[in-house]
């Protein structure tokens, strides 16, 4: 396996439901994002996590709980979502360096579907 | 909040000929710049960054950064139907590890 790896890639679940989304990455990188990508709309950033500590919530509800055990992995955690956080969610590593110089690697992404 | 601007499109352009990507962006503190492309249904991957004013060439891209006019470009010389993709400028907000994105501009390569 090599690159950052999403699990699912598809996802339809009601409002209801809790499902969680994986990511692992096989970069060695020490920094892990969740971003959103809705149709015609800008990239998302929702969470930032640096050496396992998150360093940014962006105003995220709380329907969304990351996880991050090590620098291998994230989780984002659902529960209650709403039919508007359908959505393409991807995943990406950075290895840590001065600020500005994140260079991101994407996963494929889990296209989520909430009926 | 920090603001990134790109053109929808779609832009397009004859194989061989030369694409002309803009962006611009709203943080004049803003050091460096990346340039990412989509392919449709896959995720985004870096093909470009610039740090410094002026223009850096990789292969048939060549990024150009205006940093007193806050705009970046990328400039795809003889360009292929395979160049057709959308082309996503970021750039960091200012807080550690946070890039904003652009929404993107697709291009049409048409044979």
């Known amino acids: 396996e090599t690159g950052v790896t999403q699990t699912p890639r598809h996802l339809v679940m009601g409002m209801t439901n809790k499902k969680s989304l994986k990511c692992e990455q096989h970069?060695?990188?020490?920094?892990m994002y969740w971003y959103k990508q809705s149709a015609k709309k800008p990239l998302e950033l929702m969470f930032v996590?640096?050496?396992?500590?998150?360093?940014e919530n962006n105003s995220v509800p709380s329907r969304f709980s990351p996880e991050c055990p090590n620098s291998s992995h994230l989780f984002l955690h659902l529960h209650t979502l709403q039919p508007e956080d359908s959505a393409l969610y991807l995943c990406?590593?950075?290895?840590?360096?001065?600020?500005?110089?994140?260079?991101?690697?994407f996963g494929s992404g889990t296209q989520l579907s909430v009926l | 909040q920090k603001e990134v601007e790109q053109n929808s499109g779609p832009l397009s352009v004859p194989e061989g000929a030369i694409a002309s990507l803009n962006c611009t962006y709203s943080d004049r503190g803003s050091q460096s710049f990346f340039w990412y492309r989509q392919y449709s249904g896959k995720s985004p991957e870096l093909i470009m960054f610039i740090y410094s004013n002026g223009d850096k060439e990789d292969g048939r891209f060549t990024a150009q950064l205006n940093k007193a006019s806050q705009y970046v470009s990328l400039l795809i010389r003889d360009s292929q139907p395979s160049d057709s993709a959308t082309y996503l400028c970021a750039v960091p907000s200012g807080g550690y590890n946070k890039l904003i994105f652009g929404a993107g501009t697709r291009l049409a390569v048409h044979p």
């Open positions: 990406a590593s950075s290895q840590d360096r001065a600020a500005g110089e994140e260079k991101l690697f």
């Open positions: 970069l060695g990188h020490n920094a």
């Open positions: 996590y640096s050496l396992e500590e998150r360093v």
